[in-house]
């Protein structure tokens, strides 16, 4: 059973930036594919990023593309998410997600789905002001 922990949530401003955490209660797999997700209130949860373990590849999702970056450390087995430029749009839950692949190169254009994740984290809030 893997455990994941967001943290670095809060309240900022329009414009301003943070960074999110997710640490993995063990190590990652060179098949494993990391996301975010978000979820606003009365929304359903959406797809933010993904990140290939061993391939270093990254997908986003059209709404944070060129303002947020995710990333990871293979040796902390953490996952981060740098959001620039925030928006009041982007007030949620931010969620971290681990998934399988069947491949150490994954297409994370697939993976876009919180259906094919296997482990959650309880969420960290994000709440930017106008």
């Known amino acids: 059973q893997v455990q994941l922990a967001e943290s670095g949530g809060g309240l900022v401003q329009a414009g301003d930036s943070l960074s999110l955490s997710c640490a993995a209660s063990q190590r990652t797999y060179s098949n494993c594919v990391m996301g975010w997700f978000r979820q606003a209130p009365g929304k359903e949860r959406e797809f933010v990023a993904a990140i290939s373990w061993s391939a270093h590849t990254t997908y986003y999702a059209e709404s944070v593309k060129d303002r947020f970056t995710i990333s990871r450390d293979n040796a902390e087995n953490t996952m981060y998410l740098t959001m620039n430029r925030l928006m009041p749009e982007d007030t949620a839950v931010y969620y971290c997600?681990?998934?399988?692949?069947?491949?150490?190169?994954?297409?994370?254009?697939?993976?876009?789905?919180?259906?094919?994740?296997?482990?959650w984290g309880q969420g960290t809030q994000v709440t930017v002001s106008s």
């Open positions: 997600a681990w998934g399988w692949s069947n491949t150490a190169s994954p297409l994370l254009s697939n993976y876009v789905s919180p259906s094919l994740y296997n482990y």
